[in-house]
């Protein structure tokens, strides 16, 4: 006859070796989740900061401030440095620039970084990840926009949106129907190609998306667009556009503007947008780029940056697989950057 407390010592022991492998799966789901990236490509947080003279980390008054942020599980943010039309555009691009270089200073939970391996590495340390751009060329100035491109790029900036809502001596906008590059437009696309800076077209004219496309060695992005296929408004992406960019290897971040996404805009809207841009450029050719904070109407759903699992899940339920969904997190726009920056050390390509 076993004894009663042996009777104990091996239902314990076979209890344990049954659930031994479930808490291990739960472990290793924990752990695959802390290091999954996520980013947002358009975060007009910057801005508001500003004007609002708060912090990142403030508990109100942001739409993709720390908590948010945090909350979505967004972990690699690109914070946007907009001058506006009535504004000095070269002095307030140097504004954001100190209210982020302060925040970054300021805050242990983030760090500003300059390409994916950085990108993981704060990830993996438990930080949000920085990424600067500047939102039209126009914020470079006029005479010196070389120099002043060279000294926003040492102090981090990544990527550069070559237009606003206004044509400017670079290129045309599609808000006035305007051209394609310029001369000196050509001049900082190759600038940016040859210093590994990211070219974003969101707000470009057709014309000049496709001269940018067609001329380019390394992936181009537009951080913030939807389809224009199921929105017709000019900020959206034609089907050649969409294919332009995807051919270069590059990624479109969906925007949740709502007078983009259409009538009655939500979640569901949202992912439509999803569906058809990786129907034309394929699933590896979609990203986020909110533009949370950026003085936008939200779709129901998303009001906030803490709201992003709802998309998700509304993607795994249209049968989007794992893989997919982490590309369109972030998977994608990180393998877009490597090769931006690859392709910059890459000389003949600029002979």
């Known amino acids: 006859m076993i004894p009663h407390y042996l009777k104990l010592f091996f239902d314990i022991h076979g209890f344990t070796k049954k659930i031994f492998p479930f808490f291990f799966f739960i472990c290793l789901i924990k752990i695959s ?35 948010q942020l945090k909350a979505g599980g967004t972990n690699i943010a690109m914070m946007v440095l907009w001058p506006p039309l009535k ?3 070269l002095k307030r691009t140097m504004d954001l620039l100190r209210v982020m270089e302060k925040e970054i200073q300021r805050l242990d939970e983030v ?42 790029h040492k102090k981090g900036l990544s990527a550069i949106g070559i237009t606003w809502s206004f ?13 394609g590059l310029t001369q000196v437009g050509f001049e900082l696309v190759r600038e940016c190609f040859r210093r590994g800076i990211i070219m974003d077209v969101s707000h470009a004219s057709r014309e000049t998306t496709l001269q940018i496309c067609s001329q380019s060695p390394v992936p181009v992005i537009a951080s913030h667009s939807d389809a224009y296929s199921i929105k017709a408004h000019h900020r959206n992406l034609r089907d050649e556009e969409i294919r332009c960019i995807a051919e270069t290897g590059g990624v479109i971040g969906l925007n949740f503007h709502a007078p983009f996404i259409g009538k009655d805009a939500d979640i569901k809207l949202v992912a439509d947008h999803a569906d058809y841009i990786s129907k034309i450029g394929g699933h590896r050719s979609v990203a986020l780029g909110s533009d949370f904070d950026g003085f936008i109407k939200k779709p129901r759903g998303l009001e906030d940056a803490g709201k992003l699992k709802a998309l998700w899940d509304e993607l795994r339920s249209r049968g989007w697989s794992k893989e997919q969904i982490k590309g369109i997190q972030g998977e994608n726009f990180l393998r877009a950057w490597k090769k931006v920056l690859d392709g910059s050390e890459d000389k003949k390509k600029f002979e």
């Open 167 to 179: 044509s400017n001596r670079f290129a045309g906008s599609s808000a006035d129907e305007g051209g």
């Open 87 to 89: 504004s000095d555009h």
């Open 33 to 67: 989740m802390a290091h999954a990236i996520q980013v947002d490509l358009h975060l007009d947080t910057p801005t508001q900061i500003f004007k609002k003279k708060i912090g990142l980390d403030s508990l109100r008054g942001l739409e993709a401030g720390l908590p």
């Open 111 to 152: 760090v500003l970084i300059h390409n994916p391996d950085e990108a993981r590495n704060a990830v993996k340390g438990s930080k949000i990840g920085i990424m600067l751009s500047l939102e039209g060329a126009h914020g470079l100035g006029h005479e010196n926009w070389k120099k002043v491109l060279e000294i926003l």
